[in-house]
Antibody
Framework: EVQLVESGGGLVQPGGSLRLSCVAS????????MSWVRQAPGKGLEWVAN????????YYVDSVKGRFTISRDNAKNSLYLQMNSLRVEDTAVYYC????????????WGQGTLVTVSS | DIQMTQSPSTLSASVGDRVTITCRAS??????LAWYQQKPGKAPKLLIY???SLESGVPSRFSGSGSGTEFTLTITSLQPDDFATYYC?????????FGGGTKVEIK
């Protein structure tokens, strides 16, 4: 059974940093593109970042470029999102996700971890 | 960036109704479109990928169609478990973007 388990969320002040983790099991992690998708409270879904199987390609939504860094450790079956210079508008549930299909249509999702940016 | 516009934003329907949700892209996305269902407090669930391919385990009452810039998700006979919010998402190019969502409510 495929499982994605996120952790690392919490309350942080504006300008602060947080590192999210996602541990994968039940599939060959190193063979999959991985993604972060977020959802602000009461709002819709927003793709945040993607990383290629070997980490050689990374893509970000404009609003997080230069502040967030996606990375992975295939030996640990783990995906990360380093979030710096956090803003109030980054408050959201952050999901890690992966796909059996194209890599961008996600059929596997974690349960999400809540990041709250507030003073 | 490609903008995805869903309509309606809210839909009131009864069990057994046929429901259609529309998603329009601001430019052609070929067939690179997915549909998700989300219930409160839960992660999204993939229903349809590549416009019309049914995800494994998803009931056949769900179907998708379209191409280019206009797409539809159809539920042929709405069931109690289908009351949820539905999102379309394109994956033609970066940035990947979602529609604003359609909340299907009980009439």
């Amino acid at each position: 059974e495929v499982q994605l388990v996120e952790s690392g969320g919490g309350l942080v002040q504006p300008g602060g940093s947080l590192r999210l983790s996602c541990v994968a099991s039940g599939f060959t992690f190193s063979s999959y593109w991985m993604s972060w998708v977020r959802q602000a409270p009461g709002k819709g879904l927003e793709w945040v970042a993607n990383i290629k199987q070997d980490g050689s390609e990374k893509y970000y939504v404009d609003s997080v470029k230069g502040r967030f860094t996606i990375s992975r450790d295939n030996a640990k079956n783990s995906l990360y999102l380093q979030m710096n210079s956090l803003r109030v508008e980054d408050t959201a549930v952050y999901y890690c996700a992966s796909s059996d299909h194209s890599g961008y249509d996600w059929n596997y999702w974690g349960q999400g971890t809540l990041v709250t940016v507030s003073s | 960036d490609i903008q995805m516009t869903q309509s309606p934003s809210t839909l009131s329907a009864s069990v057994g109704d046929r429901v259609t949700i529309t998603c329009r892209a601001s430019q052609s996305i070929s067939s690179w479109l997915a549909w998700y269902q989300q219930k409160p407090g839960k992660a999204p669930k993939l229903l349809i990928y590549k416009t019309s391919s049914l995800e494994s385990g998803v009931p056949s009452r769900f179907s998708g169609s379209g191409s280019g810039t206009e797409f539809t998700l159809t539920i042929t006979s709405l069931q109690p478990d289908d009351f949820a919010t539905y999102y379309c998402q394109h994956y033609d190019s970066y940035p990947l973007t979602f529609g604003g969502g359609t909340k299907v409510e009980i009439k």
